[in-house]
Nanobody, 113 residues
Framework: VQLVESGGGLVQPGGSLRLSCLAS????????MSWYRQPPGKERDMVAV????????NYADSVKGRFTISRDNAKNIVYLQMNSLKPEDTAVYYC???????WGQGTQVTVSS
């Protein structure tokens, strides 16, 4: 199993970023995928999760209405579109496959003026 995140960076408050997670080594469409984040000095928490078909999605309350998780099963990619970013969204963002207990290496998102 390999998960490679990309798309992080520095963005001003109110800005947007789209994270991508390219998956390999397993049958992607069969697995629920999720995004987690870990702010500096804090625990890693779930941000969003999407079912294998994309028909079931859940978000953490802190990102509802601002973040959108989606997936492209033809490309083995899961996305996290992040809009209206706030400084408190600053964290390392990780792609995670719950059933396989597999994590990506993470991508840093910094929201600052």
């Amino acid at each position: 199993v390999q998960l490679v995140e990309s798309g992080g960076g520095l963005v001003q408050p109110g800005g947007s970023l789209r994270l991508s997670c390219l998956a390999s080594g397993f049958t992607f469409s069969n697995y629920r995928m999720s995004w987690y984040r870990q702010p500096p000095g804090k625990e890693r928490d779930m941000v969003a999760v999407i079912s294998g078909t994309g028909g079931s999605i859940n978000y953490a309350d802190s990102v509802k209405g601002r973040f959108t998780i989606s997936r492209d099963n033809a490309k083995n990619i899961v996305y996290l579109q992040m809009n209206s970013l706030k400084p408190e969204d600053t964290a390392v963002y990780y792609c995670y496959v719950p059933s396989l207990l597999s994590w990506g290496q993470g991508t840093q998102v910094t929201v600052s003026s």
